[in-house]
Nanobody
Framework: QVQLVESGGGLVQAGGSLRLSCAAS?????MGWFRQAPGKEREFVSA????????YYADFVQGRFTISRDNAKNSVYLQMNSLKPEDTAVYYC????????????????????WGQGTQVTVSS
């Protein structure tokens, strides 16, 4: 069992920034962020490989977000800049404790545990 603690969500004006954090209770392989807006399906936002050498982003990020991890703290971060109202969603941290090597980083089955979600609201 892996516990995930997310933090950093909140209310911000368009153009502003937020930094999401997610701390896991143990070392993990891939770590990622997904989001779900009201009335929409959950979608991939960003992911990072176990060693941090590879990062992945959804097209809509367009250079605005940066994912990073600190393996000494079993944590992953998502720095979000130039936020837009359409970024409003619940953001979920996801981690893998099994090396699902044949699954894309953008696919949910890559991950074994999910956080409880943190609300990000961007006002116009």
């Amino acid at each position: 069992q892996v516990q995930l603690v997310e933090s950093g969500g909140g209310l911000v004006q368009a153009g502003g920034s937020l930094r999401l954090s997610c701390a896991a209770s143990r070392r993990t392989f891939a770590m990622g962020w997904f989001r779900q807006a009201p009335g929409k399906e959950r979608e991939f936002v960003s992911a990072i490989s176990a060693g941090g050498g590879s990062t992945y982003y959804a097209d809509f990020v367009q250079g605005r977000f940066t994912i990073s991890r600190d393996n000494a703290k079993n944590s992953v971060y998502l720095q979000m800049n130039s936020l837009k109202p359409e970024d409003t969603a619940v953001y979920y941290c996801a981690v893998a404790i099994t090396l699902h090597s044949n699954v894309r980083y953008s696919d949910s089955p890559k991950y074994d545990y999910w956080g409880q979600g943190t609300q990000v609201t961007v006002s116009s």
